[in-house]
């Protein structure tokens, strides 16, 4: 219907023209409101409305048709811009290639015009044709000839053909070898067609004819391999061009790839200084300076971004959050987390929330907020397994596992509700509905890891049917090799079988990858018993340190050093 109203309007603009023809005579009008006196027949009528009709139903060359008819009767150039589009849209390129020309010579300035005609040359192969019309359109240009071979260039871009891009912008730019825009624009083509030698050699001709070219400098800097290369040139060039704006932002971005934080940072500050209102650069250094741990810095740049108010606000909430907690400041952290309305960090705001409230004995509080979030997200199951793990770490193991269940029986094939669910019933010694949970996740997502790993870690802790559990266990490594608590399990298993060097080595391993207090305790154990106690003691220790509150450590240290 958006065709429909276009037109609807076009006819009222031919009416328009119709009444202007019978006025009295008028001072002449402006270039652009020069129609034709044309008047609105019901011939003319009739074929604007099958031509709209048909293209609304997609019969694109009867409307080319009777477009192009009533394009050559009018000559008013609103239809003849219309008729070029629709036959262009049918891939009638010899009628569309018509009637643009009618177009130009209604409206021989018109940019749109002619960049629908240098469209339809290139769509339909005339290169020849297309390459003598745009040479005439770059000579009237000078002395700005060179800015009019950039934006030609990238009028091209999205165009499939890259090699007959790359002729004919070769074959353009031929009369204007002495300037560094038609080098630029012959690697940009080269690089499109795949020809990456010639690419390099002519934006380092266009850096020898202009070395201070931030737009050179960023393609020839695209040119070279990511990582060491690629930041040594920016780095280089930046050194004899210091203000270069957009090259420092682009060596700036580059070092947070490389999680070269600090360097970053650095970079990103002397962009700040330069504009120091600059959001998007306040922004940068605040995350970049969470990045390395400098809270100070991050929360004053973070709360600046807040106050301007330009840009994703949320993030920064979340983050100054973060900072307030982690200060021990929780009445700053809860402020900031409800102010978190949307994206994808207001889950966390609220379940972060809800823990604070816990750390501050208002459980039932805390436990209120997640079910009014529950309440506007029903589907959401993040929010449950938040709710069972407050219960959990307020020790309430029983109403832990009672709520899941409970929520279970309403969604008996939620694979993440039935493995939370399976840990909890795990956690109280409900062995058989525990394995019951984790085998329908398993049929219900074959391709879960933590499934398999959950079952057989499981068995190995019973110290049961160890062959099913190394299966289980083989298979989760499989799908995850590289995951922590899998090789964990892995090293676990190896214990139970006698393995013990082997297990060592396993479990060394998952605590490289994830320092995690329980897979301390299980390379503490391993150590006991190869005769080390004194490393286990250590190991334990330090573990200890970080993570005082670990039931699983606890237990395990007071097994063997009461």
Same mark, same amino acid.
């Given at each position: 219907?958006?065709?429909?109203?276009?037109?609807?309007?076009?006819?009222?603009?031919?009416?328009?023209?119709?009444?202007?023809?019978?006025?009295?005579?008028?001072?002449?009008?402006?270039?652009?409101?020069?129609?034709?006196?044309?008047e609105?027949?019901?011939?003319?009528?009739?074929?604007?409305?099958l031509?709209?009709?048909?293209?609304?139903?997609?019969?694109?060359?009867?409307?080319?048709?009777?477009?192009?008819?009533?394009?050559?009767?009018?000559?008013?150039?609103?239809?003849?811009?219309?008729?070029?589009?629709?036959?262009?849209?049918?891939?009638?390129?010899?009628?569309?290639?018509?009637?643009?020309?009618?177009?130009?010579?209604?409206?021989?300035?018109?940019?749109?015009?002619?960049?629908?005609?240098?469209?339809?040359?290139?769509?339909?192969?005339?290169?020849?044709?297309?390459?003598?019309?745009?040479?005439?359109?770059?000579?009237?240009? &000078?002395?700005?000839?060179?800015?009019?071979?950039?934006?030609? &260039?990238?009028?091209?871009?999205?165009?499939?053909?890259?090699?007959?891009?790359?002729?004919?912008?070769?074959?353009?730019?031929?009369?204007?070898?002495?300037?560094?825009?038609?080098?630029l624009?012959?690697?940009?083509?080269?690089?499109?067609?795949?020809?990456?030698?010639?690419?390099?050699?002519?934006?380092?001709?266009?850096?020898?004819?202009?070395?201070a070219?931030?737009?050179?400098?960023?393609?020839?800097?695209?040119?070279?391999?990511?990582?060491?290369?690629?930041?040594?040139?920016?780095?280089?060039?930046?050194?004899?061009?210091?203000?270069?704006?957009?090259?420092?932002?682009?060596?700036?971005?580059?070092?947070?790839?490389?999680?070269?934080?600090?360097?970053?940072?650095?970079e990103?500050?002397?962009l700040?200084?330069?504009?120091?209102?600059?959001?998007?650069?306040?922004?940068?250094?605040?995350?970049?300076?969470?990045?390395?741990?400098?809270?100070?810095?991050?929360?004053?740049?973070?709360?600046?971004?807040?106050?301007?108010?330009?840009?994703?606000?949320?993030?920064?909430?979340?983050?100054?959050?973060?900072?307030?907690?982690?200060?021990?400041?929780?009445?700053?952290?809860?402020?900031?987390?409800?102010?978190?309305?949307?994206?994808?960090?207001?889950?966390?705001?609220?379940?972060?929330?809800?823990?604070?409230?816990?750390?501050?004995?208002?459980?039932?509080?805390?436990?209120?907020?997640?079910?009014?979030?529950?309440?506007?997200?029903?589907?959401?199951?993040?929010?449950?397994?938040?709710?069972?793990q407050?219960l959990?770490?307020a020790?309430?193991?029983?109403?832990?596992?009672?709520?899941?269940?409970k929520?279970?029986?309403?969604?008996?094939?939620?694979?993440?509700?039935?493995?939370?669910?399976?840990?909890?019933?795990?956690?109280?010694?409900?062995?058989?509905?525990?394995?019951?949970?984790?085998?329908?996740?398993?049929?219900?997502?074959?391709d879960?890891?933590?499934?398999?790993?959950?079952?057989?870690?499981?068995?190995?802790?019973?110290?049961?049917?160890?062959?099913?559990?190394?299966?289980?266990?083989?298979?989760?490594?499989?799908?995850?090799?590289?995951?922590?608590?899998?090789?964990?399990?892995?090293?676990?298993?190896?214990?139970?079988?006698?393995?013990?060097?082997?297990?060592?080595?396993?479990?060394?391993?998952?605590?490289?990858?994830?320092?995690?207090?329980?897979?301390?305790?299980?390379i503490?154990?391993?150590?006991?018993?190869?005769?080390?106690?004194?490393?286990?003691?250590?190991?334990?220790?330090?573990?200890?340190?970080?993570?005082?509150?670990?039931?699983?450590?606890?237990?395990?240290?007071?097994?063997?050093?009461?």
């Amino acid at each position: 219907m958006n065709h429909f109203f276009r037109f609807f309007a076009l006819l009222v603009m031919l009416a328009g023209a119709r009444a202007w023809a019978q006025a009295p005579v008028a001072p002449p009008a402006p270039k652009e409101d020069r129609l034709p006196k044309q008047e609105l027949t019901g011939q003319i009528l009739y074929q604007f409305l099958l031509a709209e009709i048909a293209a609304q139903r997609g019969q694109f060359g009867l409307s080319a048709s009777a477009y192009l008819d009533l394009a050559m009767s009018t000559r008013d150039p609103r239809i003849v811009r219309r008729a070029a589009e629709i036959a262009f849209h049918a891939r009638q390129y010899d009628a569309a290639l018509t009637v643009c020309r009618l177009w130009l010579s209604l409206e021989p300035e018109s940019a749109q015009a002619k960049q629908m005609l240098s469209t339809l040359l290139l769509a339909s192969g005339r290169i020849e044709e297309l390459a003598d019309s745009l040479a005439r359109d770059l000579a009237a240009e &000078a002395p700005g000839v060179g800015d009019a071979l950039i934006r030609l &260039a990238r009028a091209f871009v999205r165009y499939p053909d890259k090699l007959a891009i790359q002729r004919l912008l070769d074959r353009l730019t031929q009369p204007y070898l002495d300037l560094a825009e038609a080098h630029l624009v012959r690697a940009q083509a080269a690089a499109g067609a795949g020809d990456a030698d010639r690419a390099r050699r002519e934006i380092d001709q266009a850096l020898e004819m202009r070395p201070a070219w931030e737009l050179a400098a960023l393609f020839k800097a695209e040119m070279l391999p990511k990582g060491a290369a690629q930041l040594d040139f920016l780095k280089t060039w930046l050194a004899a061009n210091p203000d270069a704006h957009d090259v420092r932002l682009g060596y700036a971005r580059g070092l947070v790839s490389e999680k070269r934080y600090e360097a970053a940072r650095i970079e990103f500050r002397r962009l700040l200084s330069a504009n120091p209102s600059n959001p998007d650069m306040i922004y940068a250094v605040g995350i970049l300076s969470l990045q390395v741990n400098d809270a100070a810095e991050a929360e004053q740049q973070l709360k600046r971004f807040v106050e301007i108010g330009r840009g994703e606000l949320d993030p920064a909430r979340f983050y100054l959050g973060q900072i307030a907690d982690q200060a021990g400041r929780p009445d700053d952290a809860l402020r900031w987390y409800d102010q978190v309305a949307a994206g994808e960090h207001a889950m966390p705001a609220k379940v972060r929330a809800s823990q604070i409230l816990l750390r501050q004995g208002k459980l039932d509080e805390a436990r209120e907020r997640l079910a009014a979030a529950r309440a506007k997200a029903p589907g959401d199951i993040r929010l449950v397994v938040a709710e069972a793990q407050l219960l959990r770490d307020a020790g309430r193991h029983e109403d832990a596992f009672a709520f899941l269940a409970k929520v279970l029986e309403v969604q008996p094939d939620q694979a993440d509700l039935l493995y939370e669910t399976a840990l909890a019933a795990e956690k109280l010694g409900y062995v058989d509905v525990s394995e019951r949970h984790l085998r329908r996740m398993i049929a219900l997502k074959p391709d879960s890891a933590q499934a398999y790993n959950a079952l057989g870690f499981s068995l190995v802790e019973r110290n049961l049917r160890l062959e099913e559990a190394a299966q289980l266990i083989d298979q989760a490594l499989s799908l995850a090799p590289d995951d922590p608590f899998i090789l964990d399990s892995k090293g676990w298993l190896l214990f139970r079988q006698g393995n013990r060097a082997a297990a060592l080595e396993a479990l060394q391993k998952a605590f490289a990858k994830k320092p995690d207090p329980e897979i301390a305790a299980h390379i503490g154990e391993v150590l006991w018993a190869l005769g080390r106690a004194d490393e286990a003691k250590i190991v334990w220790r330090e573990a200890t340190k970080a993570y005082p509150t670990n039931e699983a450590l606890a237990a395990t240290i007071k097994r063997f050093v009461p």
